[in-house]
Structures are given as C-alpha cells and as structure tokens.
T-cell receptor, first 114, second 115 residues
C-alpha cells in the first residue's frame, strides 16, 4: 500500500465549470503523476511533479493545470471542463525514490462532464 | 518516440487453461524498464512486475511467469492454470530514459476466465 488517496472518487459536473481533483500521499514521495484512462487508449500522462512547486507536462496536458504546494498533495485542475475530459483519473507516485522506480497508483476518480 | 503494442485486445479462456499475454515494445533507449499492471473489475491498478533492460532473466512468481526477450523486443506474460480471479485488464508499460523518461502504456488486454 503506497498510501495514496484521491478525492473525490466520483464527480459529475457540467461543461464550463472548474473542477479540482486532489491526490494525497502519506509517505513523502518526491514524484507524483496524474494520468487519465480512456477506453482504447490505456493510460496517458497529463502532468507530473518532481517536488514542491516543480511540475512538468505530459502527453495530454492541454486543458489541465496542476499545483503542488506541499509534498503530500498534488492537485489537478480543469479550468473549464469539457465533455472530452470525461474520464477516469489516476494519481501515482514513484517508489522508493526516483523517477525510474515503480509507479503505484491511487484508486482513481471517475469524472463525468455533462 | 517509444511505443507499447498489445495486439490482443480480448482473450477468453476456461479455468485451468494456460494463457499468454503478448507485449511488444519499441524504444531507441539502451536503458529502459518494463512493467505489467493488472486492473481487476474493481478498477484499481495493481503492479505485478518490473524488469530492467539489462536483466533478461525470466521471472516466475507462483502461477505467473514473464519472458523478456530483447532480440524480439517482447515482454510476454503467462498465467498458468488460470483462475476466475485472474479476470482483469492487463497493461504492459515501458519507461525510457532521457526524452522518453515517462511511463508509456499499451492499450491493455481484457482477460476473461470462465469457470
């Protein structure tokens, strides 16, 4: 158990509204990631963080922003949600230390944008 | 760019049959890491194995075994004597180095094990 929680676990929202998903970890991992999972696409990286206030883009970052003001929390924000952002979102950490280490995933957040 | 191909999309077997899930990868990196993850119907992603590019030893863990062959860029996963609890989506993934320092997933294989 890598000590990762995600909130909310389920959310339904309307197009154009802002949405923030939270990932929380309890074991002081340096690297944290946000992925989205869609049918036929596997998992795709949205953004990742390599420390407090240090973030970088993944392959599908358009329409998303992230913030990491504390080691334990990594927030994913959809500034103005669109139906194409309906997906399951997973947070992950690398353990034990580095970016090349194994990634462990949180339980996921199912987001529906109407 | 790196790529992971899982050509099989859905496999259905009867309990106790052996089944092999194929994974073929593409990368120009000399150092890279390969992974398998399991996603049961409950939705969580469960780490199964990690293999480094410089270690071609095959691995066996109970009913699970993995065959890593650099010559054919494959990292196949075999479940021996399958059980209903093995029903899940299985993802192969590749982590490269340098500009490819990210985890690239295949599209997954849905395995159904019938009683």
């Amino acid at each position: 158990d890598a000590g990762i929680t995600q909130s909310p676990r389920h959310k339904v929202t309307e197009t154009g509204t802002p949405v923030t998903l939270r990932c929380h970890q309890t074991e002081n991992h340096r690297y944290m990631y946000w992925y989205r999972q869609d049918p036929g696409h596997g998992l795709r990286l949205i953004h990742y963080s390599y420390g407090v206030k240090d973030t970088d883009k993944g392959e599908v970052s358009d329409g998303y922003s992230v913030s990491r003001s504390k080691t334990e929390d990594f927030l994913l924000t959809l500034e103005s949600a669109t139906s194409s952002q309906t997906s399951v979102y997973f947070c992950a950490i690398s353990e034990p230390i580095g970016r090349w280490d194994t990634q462990y995933f949180g339980p996921g957040t199912r987001l529906t944008v109407l | 760019a790196q790529k992971v191909t899982q050509a099989q999309t859905e496999i259905s077997v009867v309990e106790k049959e052996d089944v092999t899930l194929d994974c073929v990868y593409e990368t120009r990196d000399t150092t890279y890491y390969l992974f398998w993850y399991k996603q049961p119907p409950s939705g969580e992603l469960v780490f199964l194995i990690r293999r480094n590019s410089f270690d071609e030893q095959n691995e066996i863990s109970g009913r699970y075994s993995w065959n890593f062959q650099k010559s054919t860029s494959s990292f196949n996963f075999t479940i021996t004597a399958s059980q209903v609890v093995d029903s899940a989506v299985y993802f192969c993934a590749l982590f490269g180095t340098g500009a490819n320092s990210k985890l690239t997933f295949g599209k997954g294989i849905t395995l159904s094990v019938r009683p």
